[in-house]
């Protein structure tokens, strides 16, 4: 298993652009979460879905930000339209039954 | 919410060296993690450890969940294992808490 990808690793884009970020997850995990990560606010949880299900977005931000996971294989992270202050590093993981696992994550840069 | 506390924030270590972290958390969890996030950024499982001691090389550690505390031991530290040591608190719903982390480096 190659673990979870992410996609693209880096990310430079001009304030008012669209955004998406995409996650592969691990087989057999049944949760997915996405995460932000910055030095002034350490790890934030944006979003988590169960079996492909959102079940809590109360760490999104604003409506700018949306999350998909539309089969278990699969799931983005949207910003529309970006800011310079979305500039982090956008992690997604997998859990549940224990262990978690992270991506690579993407370093996204609003300029 | 759950509190989860690291100590020390810092530390700065000659290469060989041993340390000991240490995570305090408020509430009863699920589950604990270990993390280490690298310089580069990688964010690496090193322990699930919900309670008990495990080792995996020159790592061990252990929780001890009925008084809400986990140790990650590092002995003979090396420049690679530099980094951010992160505490990680699964509660309901599979939901992650991190801790603040310890910033560890490891000069040669």
């Known amino acids: 298993d190659a673990g979870v990808i992410q996609s693209p690793r880096h990310e430079v884009t001009e304030m008012g652009q669209e955004v998406t970020l995409r996650c592969k997850p691990i087989?057999?995990?049944?949760?997915l979460f996405w995460y932000r990560q910055t030095m002034m606010r350490g790890l934030e949880l944006l979003i988590y879905f169960n079996n492909n299900v959102p079940i809590d977005d109360s760490g999104m931000p604003e409506d700018r930000f949306s999350a998909k996971m539309p089969n278990a294989s699969f799931s983005t992270l949207k910003i529309q339209p970006s800011e310079p202050r979305d500039s982090a590093v956008y992690f997604c993981?997998?859990?549940?039954?224990?262990?978690?696992?992270f991506g690579q994550g993407t370093r996204l840069t609003v300029v | 919410g759950i509190q989860v506390e690291q100590s020390p924030p810092d530390l700065i270590l000659q290469e060989g060296a041993n340390s000991t972290l240490r995570c305090n958390f408020s509430?009863?969890?699920?589950?604990l993690q270990w993390f280490h996030q690298n310089p580069w950024g990688q964010l690496i499982n090193l322990f699930y450890i919900p309670s008990g001691t495990k080792q995996n090389g020159r790592l061990s550690a252990t929780t001890v969940a009925t008084e809400r505390y986990s140790l990650l031991y590092i002995s003979s530290s090396q420049t690679t294992d530099s980094g951010v040591y992160f505490c990680?608190?699964?509660?309901?719903?599979?939901?992650?808490?991190f801790g603040e982390g310890t910033q560890l480096t490891v000069n040669p």
């Open positions: 087989s057999g995990h049944d949760y």
């Open positions: 509430d009863s969890v699920n589950n």
């Open positions: 993981a997998n859990g549940g039954g224990g262990r978690s696992f």
């Open positions: 990680v608190l699964e509660t309901s719903g599979s939901r992650l808490t």
